[in-house]
């Protein structure tokens, strides 16, 4: 079993992602954590509560953490994910709330409890990352691994040049980057390639209650094809933990731009380094059908649970 503590801001792909953390028997979800990002935290936090409880997850804490950004104004996707966060999907009011306290300290006292056993898997802005590390730096020593779905090392997609995770907090993903620790980063570069065809929807599309969540949610980004469609980002960083030979990374030094007037939050990535210099981890490429076997096998599984 791989412990993984998740912070996100659902978020449809934040959806998918926790769908598969939730399918996978071999992760333990050990918390959620939640911040603003893809739309305001009293959404991402009541959208990841109905999530809890949709996908079964028992009584994994929910925290909810940093509102906005460290310095920046707020930026949002609504555009993108609706004005709920889940675009067309309605999943049931949550029964229960969320836990007390602020998401940073959860983090802290987490990782503190068990150093080197659970994985942090971030796949919204890493504000919430940055203050734990700000407050308590061996975390970058306790946490097992960083695995982040943001930044990319060729394009952005919120505006040319940089990814929506990155814009919305670069302060913090500079903090975050430059903490010492070597971030596992799944940018577009992999996570544009995760795209869902009609195949794959109709792999989708039996599975009973959880169909509710992952057909609606699949075909609220864009049109889906035989060809192509709508890529679900967030899911990249939870399969990289389940299987991290799905991916080609290579080391790379990788900061990030907070003071540019065109290129605020690009991660700026440089190859031309020794492993021994880098600070991250960068995946290049992905194995787009072991990718797909390996979601819909949870996926599959997940249902066959939720009925």
Not at 42 to 54: G, S, Y
Request: net charge negative.
């Amino acid at each position: 079993m791989k412990k993984v503590l998740i912070d996100c801001d659902p978020g449809i792909d934040d959806a998918l992602a926790l769908a598969l953390a939730a399918g996978s028997p071999s992760l333990d979800v050990v918390g959620v954590t939640t911040v603003g990002g893809n739309v305001d935290l009293p959404l991402t936090t009541a959208n990841a509560l109905a999530l809890r409880e949709f996908l079964e997850l028992g009584d994994v804490p929910v925290t909810p953490g940093s509102a906005g950004a460290l310095l920046r104004e707020t930026v949002r996707a609504t555009r993108v994910h609706g004005t709920t966060g889940l675009g067309g999907v309605v999943l049931p009011a949550p029964r229960l709330g969320p836990s007390d306290g602020h998401a940073v300290d959860f983090i802290v006292d987490t990782l503190k409890s068990a150093p080197g056993e659970i994985t942090l898997v971030a796949v919204g802005p890493l504000t919430n990352i940055a203050l734990a590390v700000r407050r308590e730096p061996r975390v970058v020593e306790w946490a097992r691994e960083l695995v982040i779905m943001g930044g990319s090392f060729t394009r952005g997609n919120h505006n040319p040049a940089a990814e929506f995770n990155m814009l919305a907090d670069p302060e913090a993903a500079a903090i975050v980057f430059g903490a010492g620790w070597t971030v596992k980063m799944l940018g577009l570069d992999v996570t544009l390639t995760a795209v869902v065809t009609s195949d794959v929807l109709d792999r989708m599309r039996p599975l009973g209650k959880l169909a509710e969540l992952l057909v609606p949610a699949a075909q609220f980004y864009g049109v889906v094809t035989a060809d192509g469609g709508p890529a679900i980002h967030d899911a990249c960083a939870v399969a990289y933990v389940l299987d991290p030979s799905l991916f080609t990374c290579v080391p790379a030094v990788v900061n990030v731009e907070t003071a540019g007037r065109y290129t605020r939050g690009m991660t700026v990535t440089d190859f031309k380094v020794s492993s021994q210099d880098s600070n991250a981890l960068v995946a290049t490429s992905m194995d787009v059908k072991g990718f797909w076997e390996l979601v819909l096998g949870a996926y599959e599984g997940l249902a066959g649970r939720l009925g």
